[in-house]
């Protein structure tokens, strides 16, 4: 089975039981700043997980994209990597455990879909502690369906639970599936610990709310909200030996092999990390919120990931810029699926190539300077070494680094810059920040006084907001003046002044378009669409949330305009 039918697969199965399936969301979270990336299906839903409703309705599916930075230490294992697609289906506050797990099970199971044998199959259920009781409900339902008893397991917190990332929120035990990896047929009895099980797909049951004194409620609307990973899967029911066999790295690997002159087997860890690495950065340089190397949140990841690949390039003595024809091979794989990825191939390609150049002449210098002992810190500083290149290089030289004393500085660094950065990893349910909101608003007056001084040209082309300030990408082809940034600055803090009504509105895409609404996301939601109304001043299609009138927002300020790519310019703005 190929990737392209796996998904085909996944998303005819839900749409047959009467999902609507929806787009995958941007890698980079437009409204979330906890986080830095997507990292799983249920991330873009946050709001709608919340009780907002859905405008594609309360039965969703969806392959979503996701980067796990903190699983960068695993990659080099079969079945972990930093970007990998989730596949995923939601009820929200519709069906519940008994729907959703036979939904799970035929689909893994049922000749129509992918036809496991439930005899490769293994389940893990929550088995109760001092907050909630064991999830006897999902154990009988699992043994309903013929699960036998001995494949069943039950699993801590640590396990089997999710949620909720901060203090309170909704969260609520969850079910796995395990499929068994093994050359030898399956034990009969299920062992979490054995590797040769490999959890492939996740099925996350919202009925509690942990409130303020850590009780944990029952919540009125309860979700379902599953994942399964593709190259598991995929890998899997091709019963090959790991993920970097399936057509979604093969080809890398192939690439890798003939640059390389060595093969594969030889030197698996190696090439599983740099086919890894360049593919998520492929994808977070293209995409619609793309970023570049830098040091800082995001962008820092990139510079990471690429860095490493370049290292683990020399082990294999890769020839200069080997990472261009990787990014043609990742392309190649994933063009028709994301077609975002073939319109930014140049772009990724030059950006990359630059990184490299920059790379290789710190390379030189820093590692002059590692030999003389220059610490972790000022080696990231100053030649932009990644903490984890500088340990791998500390361990082929037998030295010590103290990653204590490399974090207070890292820390010290991000006050600094009070900008998101390495630590932000943990996905979640996180409310969406009062400041966070305040900027969301902010960016639909800004786009709007943009279209009013420089013109109807002007698109968004990208926006992240975090708590300290807003970044917005728009199309325009110069340098805005002086005078027309005040301009602009002026009608935004107007507007504010007049405290105008936020008001949401739901309609047809058609009727969206007809009241001249704007917005990026017209591809991504089905029928009907979410329009934001500020006033007469504003309407953008949107999923929210705003503040609700636009005296909230305080004294609107630009900083910075500058250009972000060609045809595109950036402004950063803050509100005071
Ligand atoms: P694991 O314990 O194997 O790391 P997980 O508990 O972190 O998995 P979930 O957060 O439940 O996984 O994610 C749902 C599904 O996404 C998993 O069942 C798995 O199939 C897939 N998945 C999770 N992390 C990765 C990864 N780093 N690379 C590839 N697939 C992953
Ligand atoms: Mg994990």
Redo the contacts with the bound molecule.
């Keep these: 089975m190929t990737s392209n039918e796996l998904r085909e697969k996944f998303l005819n199965f839900f749409r047959e039981k009467k999902h609507a399936v929806i787009p995958s969301a941007s890698l980079i979270p437009e409204n979330d700043p906890t986080v830095l990336f997507t990292t799983?299906g249920m991330h873009p839903l946050v709001p709608f997980l919340l009780g907002e409703k859905h405008p594609a309705g309360n039965r969703l599916a969806n392959v979503q994209i996701c980067i796990?930075t903190d699983?960068i230490d695993?990659v080099g294992d079969e079945?972990?990597?930093?970007f990998?697609e989730?596949l995923g289906n939601w009820s929200l506050g519709d069906y519940f455990k008994e729907e959703a797990i036979k939904l799970s099970f035929e689909f893994l199971t049922d000749k129509k879909w992918l036809g496991i044998r439930k005899e490769k199959l293994a389940i893990s259920i929550f088995e109760g502690d001092q907050d909630a009781p064991r999830d006897e409900e999902s154990g009988k339902i699992w043994l309903s369906l013929g699960v036998p008893e001995e494949r069943i397991k039950g699993l801590p917190k640590k396990e089997n639970w999710w949620g909720p990332a901060g203090e309170t929120g909704p969260c609520g035990p969850?079910t796995?599936m395990f499929y068994w990896t093994g050359k030898e047929s399956a034990p009969k009895e299920f062992d979490p610990q054995d590797k040769r099980w490999?959890?492939?797909?996740?099925d996350v049951f919202m009925e509690y709310f942990k409130n303020m004194d850590s009780r944990y409620e029952p919540l009125s609307q309860k979700n379902v909200d599953t994942?399964?990973?593709l190259?598991?899967?995929l890998s899997s029911i091709n019963g090959l030996a790991d993920?970097y066999r399936t057509d979604v790295f093969w080809p890398i690997l192939r690439e890798l092999e003939k640059a390389s002159g060595v093969k594969y087997e030889e030197k698996k860890k190696e090439f599983r990390i740099i086919a890894d690495h360049i593919k998520a950065a492929t994808f977070i340089i293209g995409d619609e919120n793309g970023v570049e190397p830098s040091n800082l949140g995001q962008g820092y990841v990139v510079r990471r990931l690429i860095r490493r690949a370049i290292r683990y390039g020399k082990v294999l003595n890769l020839p200069k810029y080997f990472l261009i024809s990787l990014i043609q091979k990742v392309i190649g794989i994933y063009g028709d699926s994301y077609p975002y990825l073939k319109r930014k191939e140049n772009d990724i390609a030059t950006i990359v190539q630059k990184e490299e150049e920059k790379f290789e002449k710190t390379l030189e210098e820093g590692l002059k300077q590692f030999e003389k002992g220059l610490d972790a810190f000022e080696l990231y500083t100053t030649y932009g070494f990644p903490l984890e290149l500088t340990m791998e290089l500390a361990k082929e030289k037998g030295r010590t680094i103290d990653v204590t004393e490399f974090n207070e500085k890292f820390k010290k660094h991000q006050e600094l810059s009070r900008t998101a950065s390495a630590g932000m990893f943990k996905g979640g349910l996180a409310d969406t920040g009062k400041q966070a909101v305040k900027y969301h608003t902010a960016t639909h007056l800004l786009l709007a006084a943009l279209r009013q001084i420089l013109g109807p040209n002007v698109y968004q082309k990208g926006s992240n907001i975090n708590a300290e300030r807003l970044r917005f990408d728009f199309s325009h082809p110069q340098k805005m003046t002086q005078e027309q940034i005040k301009k602009v600055e002026d009608i935004v803090n107007q507007k504010i002044k007049e405290d105008l009504p936020v008001i949401c509105e739901e309609m047809s895409l058609e009727k969206a378009k007809e009241k001249g609404a704007t917005g990026v996301f017209e591809e991504k939601y089905g029928e009907k669409v979410k329009v934001y109304g500020i006033g007469e001043f504003s309407k953008e299609i949107c999923g929210g949330p705003h503040v609700e009138r636009t005296s909230e927002l305080g004294e609107f300020k630009i900083l910075k305009e500058e250009s972000s790519s060609s045809g595109v310019r950036r402004i950063r703005a803050v509100l005071k």
């Design positions: 799983a796990r699983d695993e079945v972990h990597h930093t990998f989730m969850d796995e490999v959890e492939i797909w996740n994942g399964m990973g190259e598991r899967m993920d």
